[in-house]
């Protein structure tokens, strides 16, 4: 167990729908990271937040948002969901941002979009 | 800019031999450098990571990267290979704002 929880498990919705996802990570880490990943696109970065601040982008879609609650909380918004966007999706935390401190990654969350 | 580069998509090996998975990374800087597995539908786990210190880094369950800077590469290595290693594995390197993912070496076991 890696200390790092996501809800729900398992979320199967419709087209055009909007969905979020929610991430508690380890106790004591600042930093959130969001991670999408399916068969077709491998595993693909999507945001960092560090301690409530937006601190890197990666290949988010205009559709998907993220913030960080003052409680360190992360949710991760997906709107106008398309079959594509069906992957797992992984949060992951770390004390600070990157360098020398490794990740920890919670069991993801699988989305299915019908 | 940091990146990683997997060598090897697929790497299949028998039982009790032998594991080597490649990775080759770019950093502007002296790189944090990690691997990770992924088992099916689950979660990635940290196996090892070099933050500058011995070059040679021990893992969990008998992993092991040796860091050459000479050559830009962190390739893992596993003596003998066991049926619970089948798996994927990510090479990452980390600056102050993200971790860069390798595309994963898929690791198939033989009995």
């Known amino acids: 167990d890696s200390g790092v929880t996501q809800t729900p498990k398992h979320l199967i919705t419709a087209t055009g729908q909007r969905v979020t996802l929610r991430c508690s990570p380890r106790s004591g880490d600042l930093s959130v990271y969001w991670y999408q990943q399916s068969l077709d696109q491998g595993l693909q970065f999507l945001i960092h937040?560090?301690?409530?601040?937006?601190?890197a982008k990666g290949n988010i879609l205009e559709r998907f948002s993220a913030q960080q609650f003052p409680d360190l909380h992360s949710e991760l918004n997906l709107s106008s969901l398309e079959l594509g966007d069906s992957a797992l999706y992984f949060c992951a935390s770390s004390v600070v941002g990157g360098g020398i401190y490794e990740q920890y990654f919670g069991p993801g969350t699988r989305l299915t979009v019908t | 800019a940091q990146s990683v580069t997997q060598l090897d998509s697929h790497v299949s090996v028998s039982e009790g031999t032998p594991v080597l998975l490649r990775c080759n990374y770019s950093?502007?800087?002296?790189?944090?450098l990690f691997w990770y597995v992924q088992h099916p539908n689950k979660g990635l786990q940290l196996l090892l990571k070099?933050?500058?210190?011995?070059?040679l880094v021990k893992g969990i369950n008998g992993f092991e990267a040796e860091f050459k800077k000479s050559e830009t590469s962190f390739h893992l290595t596993k003596p003998s290979a066991h049926m619970s290693d089948a798996a994927e594995y990510f090479c990452?390197?980390?600056?102050?704002?993200?971790?860069?993912f390798g595309t994963g070496t898929s690791l198939t076991v033989i009995p």
């Open positions: 070099y933050t500058s210190a011995a070059t």
């Open positions: 937040y560090y301690n409530g601040e937006e601190r």
């Open positions: 950093s502007s800087y002296s790189p944090s």
């Open positions: 990452v390197v980390s600056d102050d704002r993200q971790f860069y």
